[in-house]
């Protein structure tokens, strides 16, 4: 089905033909119509008009109202203060629009079919290291974007760029082969979970004796030679880390119900092919100059505290590799044999100059141009109660694991006070999906680029701007179609609403807009906004307008059944597009 018209599109269009059939001179005036306290919307155009035309503001108000014929959508216009049009649609206007959203399984958003490809960075986690709070966030916002993207057109590229290559690796298995028992659990059977936990132990190990002993760090760096020669003894003890480490991040994106598929992971050694090509290119266009050594890019607006200008390395002068030209050579695979149009990277903001001369440094080359374009989605980070980045009480960085399970637990006490007739398995179940929803939604409800506090009495409360109050705004309108007999939701456009009602109506029509803009922003907490004051109005609406007790006419029943329909069907979609589930019962 074609995309449904919003009601603000459809002003819109009157007020414009009203524009030009008043003021011709005008040409295609923009009536810069947006929502408004005082009325349904406010049109603001006629004031630059006025301006452009010379002319008196409020006269030409007048006259372009005036000029507006009687229609089905414009119930009352008003001219206020030095111009401004205070516009009002009739009832009948909101429901048939709802109602046309209401028949299209998308609920009208618009889908287009000419979208070109994003390729989206997002949840890179390192092998044989743990993952931490410091992890959720680019998993988290990325999945949404994924969903969002995927759902307005756009064909989308998933790319975990995890951490498995450099001096590390030499450094661990260098440790394996001097201490082959650190790892010896081949007759156990033991989890992902338990078999990164004994990784992320054997590398705090090697790291300890890697700082410690200058001998075992010169064997480390020869294994990292041996490691990028392919010394097969060497790859394979690299690839049983970088096994054990994926069965470890499936379990960890399974717990986040995060859809993570093992195709989409290409790591850092995915593009060690390129790398030398990637500096080839670089410096026969002279894009990149040897110094020192080294090659490198300069920037005239990069400087060091030296006040000297600070060059993105992309070769080291011993003839290493960074990590500029593993990005750089990712960013030549995803245009040169993805097609990407567009490159997001959701990337911790700390790394936002990195990325800034990485991209600047494609554009150079050529990589990047009017056609594809890269952008960082920077994040901010998770804080403590205390306002402090968020660690343990021993300092130590908080595992996700540990943070999630315990927002599990959490959830699952709220849904056993609340539940009546629950089983034990269904609590157990309904309380992953309260708390996993609970983390998500307060991190998705923060705009990306802003720290934010990690309190999980707060995140599970039913009270407020939770996922938990959402949850159980859908479910109690799941529970009225339970007590509504045979009285079933139609559309009744010919009836006159009340304020919660067309307060309701107008704010579920701007559904389709709103996932626009957040896909067009990548900006996934305007959704969550959204969704927020969607639960608020219902909740407004639940208290003022009885569905089934005191029991309304049936017209009246069947429409305020419709309004609920179309409500819960468009929380459950939002919901979905932030990856979040909406329980039926709770």
């Known amino acids: 089905m074609a995309s449904v018209p919003s009601l603000a599109s459809t002003v819109q269009q009157r007020l414009a033909e009203g524009l030009s059939a008043a003021l011709p001179e005008a040409g295609s005036a923009d009536p810069l119509l947006r929502r408004s306290d005082r009325a349904d919307f406010q049109a603001n155009g006629i004031l630059a008009l006025a301006k452009q035309l010379k002319g008196n503001p409020r006269e030409l108000a007048t006259k372009v109202v005036d000029g507006i014929p009687a229609n089905d959508v414009l119930k009352e216009i008003e001219v206020s203060g030095p111009g401004f049009l205070n516009i009002t649609v009739t009832d009948e206007a909101i429901i048939r629009t709802l109602a046309a959203r209401a028949a299209d399984d998308r609920l009208g958003v618009p889908f287009a079919k000419d979208a070109g490809t994003t390729v989206i960075d997002y949840a890179q986690p390192n092998v044989a290291k743990e993952m931490h709070v410091g992890h959720l966030r680019s998993a988290v916002i990325g999945a949404a974007m994924v969903e969002i993207l995927e759902f307005t057109g756009e064909k989308v590229v998933r790319r975990h760029h995890i951490g498995d290559w450099g001096t590390q690796f030499g450094m661990l298995i260098q440790y394996l082969e001097e201490h082959p028992h650190e790892l010896d659990h081949k007759d156990a059977q033991v989890s992902g979970e338990e078999a990164m936990s004994n990784l992320d132990r054997l590398y705090k190990a090697a790291r300890k004796f890697f700082d410690s002993d200058e001998e075992f760090k010169t064997r480390a760096r020869r294994r990292v030679v041996d490691l990028q020669a392919g010394d097969p003894q060497t790859l394979a003890m690299w690839q049983k880390f970088v096994d054990e480490s994926k069965i470890y991040f499936?379990?960890?994106?399974?717990?986040?119900?995060?859809?993570?598929?093992?195709?989409?992971?290409?790591?850092?050694?995915?593009?060690?092919?390129?790398?030398?090509?990637?500096?080839?290119?670089?410096?026969?266009?002279?894009?990149?100059?040897?110094?020192?050594?080294?090659?490198?890019?300069?920037?005239?607006?990069?400087?060091?505290?030296?006040?000297?200008?600070?060059?993105?390395?992309?070769?080291?002068?011993?003839?290493?590799?960074?990590?500029?030209?593993?990005?750089?050579?990712?960013?030549?695979?995803?245009?040169?044999?993805?097609?990407?149009?567009?490159?997001?990277?959701?990337?911790?903001?700390?790394?936002?100059?990195?990325?800034?001369?990485?991209?600047?440094?494609?554009?150079?080359?050529?990589?990047?141009?009017?056609?594809?374009?890269?952008?960082?989605?920077?994040?901010?980070?998770?804080?403590?109660?205390?306002?402090?980045?968020?660690?343990?009480?021993?300092?130590?960085?908080?595992?996700?694991?540990?943070?999630?399970?315990?927002?599990?637990?959490?959830?699952?006490?709220?849904?056993?006070?609340?539940?009546?007739?629950?089983?034990?398995?269904?609590?157990?179940?309904?309380?992953?999906?309260?708390?996993?929803?609970?983390?998500?939604?307060?991190?998705?409800?923060?705009?990306?680029?802003?720290?934010?506090?990690?309190?999980?009495?707060?995140?599970?409360?039913?009270?407020?701007?939770?996922?938990?109050?959402?949850?159980?705004?859908?479910?109690?309108?799941?529970?009225?179609?339970?007590?509504?007999?045979?009285?079933?939701?139609?559309?009744?456009?010919?009836?006159?609403?009340?304020?919660?009602?067309?307060?309701?109506?107008?704010h579920l029509d701007q559904f389709g807009e709103t996932v626009a803009e957040a896909a067009a922003e990548y900006a996934p907490h305007k959704l969550a906004a959204y969704l927020y004051q969607l639960a608020s109005l219902y909740t407004t609406f639940y208290d003022q307008c009885p569905v089934i007790k005191p029991e309304p006419p049936q017209e009246v029943a069947e429409n305020r059944l419709f309004i609920c329909d179309l409500t819960a069907r468009t929380l459950h979609q939002g919901m979905a597009l932030l990856g979040i589930r909406t329980p039926e019962r709770l």
Not at 429 to 442: C, L, P, T, W
Request: glycine share 8%.
């Open 250 to 506: 499936f379990s960890v994106f399974e717990k986040l119900d995060m859809d993570i598929r093992d195709p989409d992971i290409v790591g850092e050694s995915g593009y060690n092919d390129m790398l030398t090509e990637t500096c080839r290119i670089l410096e026969e266009s002279g894009v990149a100059v040897r110094s020192n050594g080294a090659l490198c890019v300069f920037f005239d607006d990069v400087k060091g505290p030296d006040g000297n200008p600070t060059p993105l390395i992309v070769q080291k002068s011993d003839g290493g590799f960074g990590y500029a030209a593993t990005d750089l050579s990712a960013i030549r695979d995803r245009v040169q044999n993805l097609k990407a149009t567009s490159l997001l990277y959701v990337v911790d903001a700390r790394q936002s100059l990195h990325f800034k001369m990485v991209f600047e440094t494609a554009r150079r080359a050529g990589w990047l141009n009017e056609d594809v374009k890269a952008v960082q989605l920077a994040f901010g980070t998770v804080l403590g109660k205390d306002g402090k980045p968020f660690k343990t009480r021993e300092g130590e960085t908080v595992r996700l694991v540990d943070l999630l399970d315990e927002a599990i637990d959490r959830a699952a006490s709220v849904v056993r006070e609340k539940a009546r007739d629950l089983t034990e398995d269904e609590i157990a179940e309904r309380g992953a999906q309260v708390g996993i929803g609970a983390v998500k939604y307060a991190d998705l409800s923060t705009s990306a680029a802003r720290d934010y506090k990690f309190d999980l009495d707060q995140m599970v409360s039913l009270n407020g701007d939770t996922s938990v109050y959402l949850q159980y705004a859908y479910a109690r309108i799941k529970s009225i179609f339970g007590k509504a007999g045979e009285r079933t939701p139609l559309a009744h456009p010919e009836l006159e609403l009340a304020p919660a009602e067309r307060a309701l109506g107008l």
